[in-house]
T-cell receptor, first 112, second 114 residues
Framework: DQQVKQNSPSLSVQEGRISILNCDYT??????FLWYKKYPAEGPTFLIS?????DKNEDGRFTVFLNKSAKHLSLHIVPSQPGDSAVYFC???????????FGTGTRLTIIP | GAVVSQHPSRVICKSGTSVKIECRSL??????MFWYRQFPKQSLMLMAT?????????EQGVEKDKFLINHASLTLSTLTVTSAHPEDSSFYIC??????????FGQGTRLTVV
């Protein structure tokens, strides 16, 4: 039972354009969401998070949007840079639960 | 941000031997650490939750006797893959939760069993 889904396994975006990565979840208990970036043979790096009391959180080039009614969140990267090429995982959890549930990841490729 | 250090980054071992992987939180105390395994082109699969001073909690399907976890202190958790087989070859990653709830990950360990 995949509670966190990233339906696009890969995405290619031109350098300078906006990259939009999507994530859907099914568990209504989730109230905290995170995005991670991962390079091959390395551990994931935390990017940005959002609590369910918000619908938007911004940090530099990264913005995460949360639509609770649709159980959907997205990560916007603008402008996209070649160094953004990596696999992006969304993750979800809820208050009192220490575990994170990860999506399957989206491989983002930025085309110079 | 918080730093989690994992060692070694790569290890090759022979079938039947055991391998120990260390995970350290360098600038904060982590009462709980997590061990993940990642297969090629797949998501991170939680193997177990490591609790300082008590037994680890394993996810369904993970063999406790094969993947021994020890969380001896607030800054160190170890995963020992015992009697390793080629199918244990994988990328193993540890993480610890920070004060704001975000998880910080180690660099990962690429285990190859030959």
């Amino acid at each position: 039972d995949q509670q966190v889904k990233q339906n696009s396994p890969s995405l290619s975006v031109q350098e300078g354009r906006i990259s939009i990565l999507n994530c859907d979840y099914t568990n209504s208990m989730f109230d905290y969401f995170l995005w991670y970036k991962k390079y091959p043979a390395e551990g994931p790096t935390f990017l940005i998070s959002i609590s369910s009391i918000k619908d938007k959180n911004e940090d530099g080039r990264f913005t995460v949007f949360l639509n609770k009614s649709a159980k959907h969140l997205s990560l916007h990267i603008v402008p996209s840079q070649p160094g953004d090429s990596a696999v992006y995982f969304c993750a979800a959890t809820y208050f009192g639960n220490e575990k994170l549930t990860f999506g399957t990841g989206t491989r983002l490729t930025i085309i110079p | 941000g918080a730093v989690v250090s994992q060692h070694p980054s790569r290890v090759i071992c022979k079938s039947g031997t055991s391998v120990k992987i260390e995970c350290r939180s360098l600038d904060f105390q982590a009462t709980t650490m997590f061990w993940y395994r990642q297969f090629p082109k797949q998501s991170l699969m939680l193997m177990a939750t490591s609790n300082e001073g008590s037994k680890a909690t394993y996810e369904q399907g993970v063999e406790k006797d094969k993947f021994l976890i020890n969380h001896a202190s607030l800054t160190l958790s170890t995963l020992t893959v015992t009697s390793a087989h080629p199918e244990d070859s994988s990328f193993y990653i540890c993480s610890a939760r920070g004060f704001m709830g975000e998880a910080f990950f180690g660099q990962g360990t690429r285990l190859t069993v030959v």
